[in-house]
């Protein structure tokens, strides 16, 4: 099973890339920046579980 969230950083006034760097270094998340989907305001989180009962 996996969740995926597309979320919108706008309001931080930080691209995407910074956003994950920053997320990155205080908070040890990492995530994917919108950027490569074309979409610079957003980030992806990924949530992935293995071996459901």
């Known amino acids: ?6 979320i919108n950083i706008s309001k931080t006034g930080m691209t995407s890339l910074e956003f994950c ?3 990155l270094e205080s908070q040890q998340v990492a995530a994917i920046p919108g950027v490569a989907f074309g979409a610079d305001d957003h980030i ?6 293995y071996g459901i009962n």
Do not use: E, I
């Open 44 to 49: 992806c989180l990924s949530y992935a579980r």
């Open 21 to 23: 760097n920053a997320l």
């Open 1 to 6: 099973m996996a969740l995926y969230l597309f």
